[in-house]
């Protein structure tokens, strides 16, 4: 439920209350929420002294499109240094070795977070990898398409370069058959185009973080692969925008050099910086 992604001491709440009755356990909340340690302690010492407490064998704790999150800021930067911190609490107390976190997320959203706080960047990592060429023909004829020939997969991989969710959400469409695949391409960097929500998101993304929209802009108007910062080659990587050649950034696919290159020369004026 939106409403209580939005607010922090009602998500905590709610996840620790959802995990009990998981458990088959009373929920027991008021019995260890104290409002003058706030809701972050209090949620640490529920799973601590109540439900790590009351287990012999370790607790999966899987939490999945954890993107939604990421759509409230503030209780992001709280939550997600939560779940570092019980990872952390792991390596000094035993029954936090009990608590094993399963995180699905996407990475393309960005959330601005010290290195030391995020729960991404420990444990290990599983990334989902673009599509080949033969594995975009094969899902086009599990959408039913009628691809002789490997032209048309061809195109689309120049195009989006195997982005799972982009090429899932084209052939949906042309299986729809509202659109033709010469159209789709056509339309696919401008505001009219399937995939310009997506476009917009990162836009927006980008125009916050001037640094970033400066380092792209350096890759895309790039005829070979270039060297960036390491921070922002990370950024701009988890995001999907580029690609690495060993250790230089190539834009990732045709869509975004087309969409950011007229983006940027109509509406940003880009702030100086040093990669």
């Not at 108007?221 to 922002?232: N, R």
Request: with cysteine; hydrophobic share 40%; glycine share 4%.
């Amino acid at each position: 439920e939106q409403g209580i992604l939005s607010n922090l001491n009602q998500f905590l709440r709610w996840l620790c209350a959802n995990i009990a009755h998981q458990l088959q356990r009373k929920p027991m909340l008021d019995e260890y929420w104290d409002e003058d340690l706030g809701s972050k302690i209090s949620c640490t010492l529920y799973f601590q002294d109540y439900l790590l407490e009351l287990i012999d064998t370790p607790l999966i704790l899987a939490l999945d499109e954890v993107s939604q999150i990421f759509e409230h800021p503030q209780v992001a930067k709280d939550f997600l240094p939560l779940l570092r911190s019980w990872y952390e609490e792991g390596k000094r107390l035993p029954i936090w070795q009990k608590l094993r976190l399963v995180v699905v997320h996407s990475t393309e959203i960005y959330v601005p977070l010290e290195l030391n706080q995020s729960p991404f960047n420990v444990g290990l990592p599983v990334q989902l990898k673009n599509f080949s060429q033969d594995e975009v023909q094969q899902l086009a004829q599990s959408y039913g398409l009628d691809w002789v020939g490997p032209e048309e997969a061809r195109q689309l991989m120049v195009m989006l370069g195997g982005h799972p969710a982009l090429v899932n959400l084209t052939l949906y469409h042309l299986s729809r058959k509202d659109i033709t695949l010469s159209q789709l391409l056509e339309s696919a960097p401008t505001a009219t185009g399937i995939y310009a929500h997506h476009l917009q998101r990162h836009w927006t993304t980008l125009a916050k973080q001037p640094e970033l929209a400066q380092a792209l802009d350096t890759v895309l108007k790039a005829t070979e692969p270039v060297p960036l910062d390491p921070i922002l080659t990370h950024k701009l990587s988890s995001m999907g925008l580029i690609k690495l050649s060993g250790a230089q950034a190539i834009a990732s696919c045709e869509l975004y050099r087309q969409y950011f290159m007229k983006k940027g020369e109509q509406h940003f004026m880009y702030a100086p910086s040093i990669l």
